[in-house]
């Protein structure tokens, strides 16, 4: 069981080493973002091989869910008008998406495998599941909570000012 | 939680919730002045907390000892000068202004933790409250180029230096298992010779992180960029601030965790000690930007701190925090006087712009002069007195090198600040330049400044009485 694991866990380290070599490798933004999405994936499949499901969900959906959205609406953004047609065909042709496509499609045989072959309480290390997370959030480590919203109220503070001030307009405020 | 641990994180509650109402009130409505004492009393009170807070560990994130109490009055205390500089200097311009003390107040929450962190986690996060908040403060002014160009060299250096910090606290907790800086050094305490295969590079890149932010050499580049560009008052508080918060947590790091007892670490706080006072002074020689000689200066007292860090025990601790108590005051009072002579639309930061100082604003330029010799180190100010503990305390640990170095880069230094005073004493050449408007609340703040500074340059021994009781409880 622990071999089984253990495997899985290399081949995810793995694929998420080929994955950001190819993003931080990609000339066409798009195409970074793609390998990008892969290995936030295979990092995810390393928590889960872990025995961290819940942090495994959390990176699936905030990293490659939410801020690779956010990504891609930046990068769609700097490309309006009818030029970005013509490169959006550019990016979807040839065979940017074999790569990408080929190593997800072995994270999810791997993924399928876990679930099916491993005990609920399987792991490498201790089964952490988010009852554990969620004492540790809101028992020692509360300051560390409460300091992140604070975190959350400067940056949130600092961006809806500096979103009103950008260069170029002008009368900003009171 | 207890009662008594809410009681000892009320310095930090006071500030944490003086942010909080200052954005209520902006919502209610726009006031400058009213954020403006909001921020004020928030700040004066948490000053005013810290005679009183009992001294306890609150969980294993922050420990709120008498030498996190001293930095938590130092830090508010210096935030309070920052907010009165900034309220004459945001008064005049077109701009949002209750935003800037949100993030003042949020900035400062941040460094005070920093000083009272025990905990890597805590560490982090102080790190990252204090730069996020700093991202935004550098950048304030969005519409004109170089605070956004400052603001966004900070946001990527600051950015990929924490990315570096948090790697290295990675790899320290692989090797140990914990975060805590006291059971770090009970495990090593208990292995004397520990497999330094992932904890050295853990340690050099948790090094690094600090480095970035207390503009050690090799980790300076970004300060001359951001000092220019960061309005006069952000820049105040990020020389002393942020980068007083940092020392206080590396000084709490190396009498905690027991990681100065290796070979290595200390051979490369040598390298960057001798580095920063070299390359701090030698740098500054060249510009001819008030706001720029500044920022190589304060790289090259980062330097004179590393070297009565370097020494260690009480003596060497006490050495460090007088000089940064020095070094708060010189400081905010050089900034203070950029700040009071800054026109509408630009900083004074040109030498033209002291020019013959004396001849329009005598009381002003005599106080500029004050804090350029205590930042020389010249006798009868705070400055001074300052270098002597460090040399004391290098002297009586042997380290020479060290000391002959500090006395060759003073010296060179002595030529930059000499020749700004020797500008605010020459005849002015246009006798007709206009008189920049008055600030009241930034006059208030150099009065005390230079007080202070006399003070302590003359008579220190309260100071150090404080200063002894708080290292005692590191040590």
Redesign the interface.
Known sequence: MTMFLQSAFYVAAVIAIISTAMAITRTVAVHALLYLVVSLLAIGVVFYAMGAPLLAALEVIIYAGAIVVLFLFVVMMLNLGGEARQSERQWLSGKSWVGPIILSAILLAEVIYLIVRAQPAGGIGAMVGPREVGLALYG?????VE??S??L???V??????G??????????? | ?TASDMLA?LPLLLI?GS??AV?IAAAVG?NHAVAFGLSLSGLAASFCSVFFVPATQ?????DIDGYALFFFGLISAASFAVALLAYGYLRNR????E?FY??LL??T??AM?LAASSHF??FF??L??LS??L???I?????R?LP?EA?IKYLVLAASSAAFLLFGIALVYADLGTMDFARIEHILAANPNPNLTLLLPGVALVVTGIGFKLALVPFHMWTPDVYQGAPAPVTAFVATVSKGGMFALLLRYFAQSGINRFAPALLVFTIIAIASMLAGNLLALLQSNVKRILAYSSIAHMGYLMVALEVGGAIGASAVVFYLVAYFIMTLGAFAVVTVLSAEHRDADQMEDYRGLFWRRPVLALVFTAMLLSLAGIPMTAGFLGKFYILAAGAAAGSWALILILVIASTIGLFYYLRIVVILYQQPGDANQPLPLRMPAASLVLAALTVILVWLGVYPSWMLQAIHTAIGSLL
Do not use: N
């Open positions: 020692p480590y509360l300051i560390g300091l992140a604070m975190l109220l400067g940056a503070v600092g961006a809806s000012h500096l009103r001030s950008a260069p170029g307009r002008t009368g900003a405020g009171t | 939680m994180l944490a942010s909080v954005l726009r609150v969980t294993a994130l922050l077109d701009i949002d202004k935003e949100v993030l949020v900035a929450l941040g933790i986690a805590s996060l102080g990252e409250v996020i908040a991202y935004a403060l950048a304030y002014f969005g519409d180029p956004v603001g």
